[in-house]
């Protein structure tokens, strides 16, 4: 019972440290809008090439269902990793260590709060659906059709989630940057490979629940035989998409028939998801203070044993002194600087900020972007399009540093001082990044000036102007790199399947590119109000 109140107070108290937060409000608002996105039709089921259900309850909360597997699988993790680095980084871990709190029952209330944040998603989903389905809908409501698909299918997927979030900060070197990237295309290999919906619903395909994590196999093969009893000229097939049907065949699901064996493999994620909570706390250190001393080692920092007045020899061999010697006055003072060295410089500002944006990275991060450069500029446009947007996916790890560095290494207290941060370290640092982008992506450019591609060249502009704001807006609002780093990801993948409403860089005939420009400004300007905010509060 003991040990029940502790996980239960742990788990509480982690998860009301994050719905007090910016990011939470953000995440709810992404919920709501991948619910009206899912509900309203926006995101399609259909069996191809144009079959889809009557909206009804059951299609709605299907629809939702699968959405919430493809998106949420995928941004969720995001959305409840780092809790245990924000112990790291606060110092609450060390306090943690020196209770006999035991690394299981850490992982597990660490679980448990992601596992609540993920399942407000689902709640909130739920509502939505609700209002959704008596406005769109076109049959009555039938509570336990549209809430059965959330409840049974997402819920344990979210806890599957919520568990790898856990393992992933368990391993110091999938803690940052590198294991969201990791996760990202892990994620994908799992959904292609478990999917199979080209062959859900055919003849002779037979669903395996237990290897069915999303549940997509589960609801297209349901759907592809309504959509098969209805016109029996298809031919099986399930496809989930973002697109607009012009001619559309209309049939009855009233959706998926619950069984023993459904219902089962849905305990045995959860056992899965337990057992992976389980193993992360083999690799989880428990903050030993002899691994962050390395680390502190490496970046430079004094150690235990490090003499804290060079050349004066150890401490321990400093011979004792006479009281009257005892005391010494050190005077420092500072060298006042003259009207040339105090004039502002922009350029050097600029340069300063370009070698913090660039300062770590291997000769060989060089070596592929160079690489990816001559490739632009030597290949077809269609080529050269794919890798433009490989290149500009490259410095992710350094784009999402904008407008959270501060936060990240604590150093708000110098740079907030500095004379007029907004008007000189904030616009440095976003030319920074631009200047990145544009050397990144100048193969390409060049290729599309040689070809007179009039409107790639507009798109080039665009997306090298809307990307640094978007890094340094979401940097600044949120304090942290991650958001940054999981929504370009995710909208740079959207890109390369050619998605209009998401082609900011002009990829597409249909590509919006007079929304990007403005929206590339009022992301600057909400960059420079949550600065503002940020340097009342410093």
């Known amino acids: 019972m003991k040990t029940l109140r502790i996980l239960y107070h742990m788990a509480r108290a982690d998860f009301l440290e994050r719905t007090r937060s910016y990011g939470f409000l953000l995440m709810l608002a992404l919920v709501m809008w991948i619910g009206y996105l899912s509900a309203s039709g926006q995101f399609r089921m259909r069996v191809p090439p144009d079959h889809i259900g009557i909206i009804n309850s059951a299609w709605v909360g299907a629809t939702m269902t699968v959405t919430v597997s493809f998106l949420l699988g995928w941004v969720g993790f995001y959305i409840v990793k780092g809790s245990v680095s924000r112990d790291y980084t606060t110092g609450v871990g060390q306090i943690m260590a020196t ?167 849905r305990l045995f994620f959860l056992l899965v998801a337990i057992g992976i909570v389980l193993l992360a706390s083999l690799f989880f250190d428990r903050f030993n203070p002899s691994r962050l001393r390395l680390i502190r080692k490496r970046k430079g920092s004094f150690t235990d044993n490090a003499d804290p007045f060079p050349g004066s020899g150890p401490l321990s061999t400093v011979p004792e002194a006479p009281i009257a010697q005892a005391s010494i006055q050190v005077e420092r003072r500072l060298t006042p600087l003259n009207n040339a060295q105090a004039r502002f410089r922009f350029d050097a500002l600029f340069i300063a900020e370009l070698k913090l944006l660039l300062k ?69 640092a976003w030319l920074s990044a631009l200047v990145v982008l544009a050397l990144l992506g100048s193969g390409a450019l060049l290729r599309f000036i040689l070809a007179g591609a009039t409107v790639s060249i507009l798109g080039w502009i665009t997306g090298a102007l809307f990307i640094p704001s978007l890094a340094l807006a979401f940097g600044t609002l949120t304090g942290s790199s991650k958001a940054f780093e999981v929504l370009y990801v995710l909208w740079m993948y959207l890109l390369t399947q050619n998605v209009p409403m998401f082609d900011f860089a002009g990829l597409t005939p249909q590509s919006p590119l007079y929304i990007y420009a403005p929206l590339a400004l009022l992301l600057l300007a909400l960059a420079v109000f949550a600065r503002r905010r940020q340097l009342r509060s410093a």
């Open 360 to 428: 770590g990275q291997r000769w060989w991060w060089y070596g592929i972007a160079i690489g990816l450069v001559f490739a632009q500029a030597f290949n077809s446009l269609e080529v050269s399009r794919i890798l433009l947007i490989i290149s500009w996916v490259w410095p992710i790890l350094i784009l999402s540093g904008l407008g959270c560095r501060e936060s990240r290494f604590d150093t708000r207290q110098i740079v907030f001082s500095a004379p007029r941060p907004l008007l000189h370290q904030l616009p440095a």
């Open 99 to 265: 209770t006999p709190l035991s690394r299981p029952l850490y992982m597990l209330g660490k679980w448990l709060s992601n596992f609540a944040i993920l399942g407000i998603t689902i709640f909130i989903l739920m509502l939505e659906g609700l209002v959704m389905n008596l406005v769109f809908g076109s049959e009555g409501l039938n509570l336990w059709a549209l809430v059965a698909p959330l409840l049974v299918i997402s819920l344990p997927c979210m806890g599957l989630i919520a568990a790898f979030a856990v393992l992933f900060e368990s391993v110091s070197w999938l803690r940052g940057g590198l294991g969201n990237i990791i996760y990202f295309f892990a994620f994908l290999f799992a959904l292609i490979s478990t999917s199979a919906l080209t062959t859900v619903g055919t003849p002779g395909f037979k669903i395996n629940p237990y290897s069915d994590f999303t549940g997509w196999q589960i609801i297209g093969d349901s759907v592809s035989h309504a959509a098969h009893a209805a016109y029996p000229d298809v031919t099986g097939g399930f496809a989930f998409s973002i697109t607009n049907l012009s001619a559309t065949k209309y049939f009855h699901w009233s959706g998926v028939q619950w069984n023993a064996d459904i219902l089962l493999s």
